[in-house]
T-cell receptor
Framework: AQSVTQLGSHVSVSEGALVLLRCNYSSSVPPYLFWYVQYPNQGLQLLLK??????LVKGINGFEAEFKKSETSFHLTKPSAHMSDAAEYFC???????????FGTGTRLLVSP | GAGVSQSPSNKVTEKGKDVELRCDPI?????LYWYRQSLGQGLEFLIY????????KSGLPSDRFSAERTGGSVSTLTIQRTQQEDSAVYLC?????????????FGSGTRLTVV
């Protein structure tokens, strides 16, 4: 079975500060990992994905994530937060034999001036 | 099409009525997924199609929920005898069926309100 745990339902940062959103996964086989962003009243937009190539993955809007197998983690980071980054972020996993995406419960990022 | 299209974008229905939600996936995407997003519940998997078959319908909450896909393209999610707890945003996604290696693309969702 696969699962994803996102630590912190809400994360608050100041504009210009480092963004760190945590994601840990559980999978019995090598996973594919994803981060999605959802702005209010919109659908999900793919930020980045890990599919067993480079462990450091760069995505859109300056976000990146590092796959760490030993820690079963795939944390999302951005060096400097912008007001427009305020949204809900979802980590998700898919694994061999399991076609569907399994999502974490989401982390709402709040950015203050 | 260029993206995943869902209709209607909003639906208000009376308790006990049936509703149909439509998803038009990206052309050539063999896999199609339905998810439900409720307040405070996160994203809940409902059903997955590969072509016209549904190998995994484990997430359908009750026998009031059903889905079909025809021509390997359009899918319809039907909820019979709607209840207030069915109120949620229903999201559809499609992919090439390679576990997401090439990406899952989501539609904007249908917001269902049962009154």
């Amino acid at each position: 079975a696969q699962s994803v745990t996102q630590l912190g339902s809400h994360v608050s940062v100041s504009e210009g500060a480092l963004v760190l959103l945590r994601c840990n996964y559980s999978s019995s086989v090598p996973p594919y990992l994803f981060w999605y962003v959802q702005y209010p009243n919109q659908g999900l937009q793919l930020l980045l994905k890990y599919t067993s190539a480079a462990t450091l993955v760069k995505g859109i809007n300056g976000f990146e994530a590092e796959f760490k197998k030993s820690e079963t983690s795939f944390h999302l980071t951005k060096p400097s937060a912008h007001m427009s980054d305020a949204a809900e972020y979802f980590c998700a996993v898919s694994s061999r034999g399991f076609q569907k995406l399994v999502f974490g419960t989401g982390t709402r990022l709040l950015v203050s001036p | 099409g260029a993206g995943v299209s869902q209709s209607p974008s909003n639906k208000v229905t009376e308790k006990g009525k049936d509703v149909e939600l439509r998803c038009d996936p990206i052309s050539g995407h063999t896999a199609l997924y339905w998810y439900r997003q409720s307040l405070g519940q996160g994203l809940e998997f409902l059903i997955y199609f590969q072509g016209n078959s549904a190998p995994d319908k484990s997430g359908l909450p009750s026998d009031r929920f059903s889905a079909e896909r025809t021509g390997g393209s359009v899918s319809t999610l039907t909820i019979q005898r709607t209840q207030q707890e069915d109120s949620a945003v229903y999201l559809c996604a499609s992919s090439l069926g390679d576990r997401g290696r090439s990406g899952y693309t989501f539609g904007s969702g249908t917001r269902l309100t049962v009154v």
